[in-house]
């Protein structure tokens, strides 16, 4: 186990959507994470979760400051590879393809990324519909599946090519609070039997006390 995974080194990020606005987003996140951790952010609106994500997960690259996952400055990696095997992402708005049913949807990751065996592409499906508890709703489709049961395909998907970090914004911001604790006993089933890392930002207090450790953001700063 590494103990310093991700460092982040005071990570700033400046919007500038016009000449007369800029919005000082990030100014200056240090934050170590353990390899294998589960952590939260938490914040208020606008405290800077959701775009530390977004550069976490190579979604924006124009911020200031480094990352370094596994020794190595993000910057560095092919932003192709960089997405497909160290980082893995939820959203709260699930982000499943409608003409698709369950399999298809947790399988699509495959298509773009690297060839697994049939075998070993059967074996994965196999342990992770398992592990969500969907096994019998493979050929549902999204618009079948509750709110809670979307999310865990949402889930799937995002495990399928075994990612190092799963990192997940608000995954229980559209779920009922029952619901929700769900998702992140899910969550952390998952992070302790893949040895995935894991950050989840959320604004719910009572999400993050499931989280092993919080990071505070205020005002685009850890405190
Ligand atoms: N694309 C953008 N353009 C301009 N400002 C943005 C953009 N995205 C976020 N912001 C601003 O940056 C700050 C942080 O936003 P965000 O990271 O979405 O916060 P959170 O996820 O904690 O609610 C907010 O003031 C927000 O309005
Ligand atoms: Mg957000």
Excluded: C
Excluded at 63 to 82: P, S
Excluded at 142 to 170: F, H
Excluded at 180 to 205: F, P, R, S
């Amino acid at each position: 186990m590494k103990n310093k995974y991700i460092e982040i080194k005071n990570l700033e990020r400046v919007y500038q959507p016009s000449s007369k606005v800029k919005v000082d987003a990030l100014r200056g996140l240090n934050i170590s994470i353990k390899e294998g951790e589960m952590v939260s952010v938490v914040g208020s609106s606008g405290s800077g979760k959701s775009t530390l994500l977004n550069i976490l997960g190579g979604l924006d690259w124009d911020y200031r400051g480094e990352i370094i996952v596994d020794g190595k400055d993000i910057r560095e990696y092919d932003e192709n590879y960089y997405r497909r095997y160290i980082v893995g992402t939820i959203f709260q708005t699930f982000y499943l393809i409608p003409t698709l049913n369950v399999e298809e949807n947790i399988l699509l990751p495959l298509k773009f990324g690297k060839k697994m065996s049939k075998k070993e592409t059967h074996e994965r499906l196999e342990k992770l519909l398992d592990a969500v508890g969907l096994a019998d709703r493979r050929d549902h489709m999204p618009k079948e599946l509750s709110g809670g049961q979307a999310q865990r395909v949402a889930i799937a998907r995002a495990l399928i090519d075994q990612p190092k970090i799963v990192l997940a914004d608000e995954p229980t911001g559209n779920l009922d609070s029952k619901t929700g604790a769900q998702i992140l006993d899910l969550l952390n089933k998952l992070n302790k039997e893949e040895k995935t890392t894991m950050i989840v930002v959320t604004h719910d207090m009572k999400i993050a006390d499931k989280t092993e450790r919080k990071i505070k953001l205020v005002d685009g700063r850890n405190v």
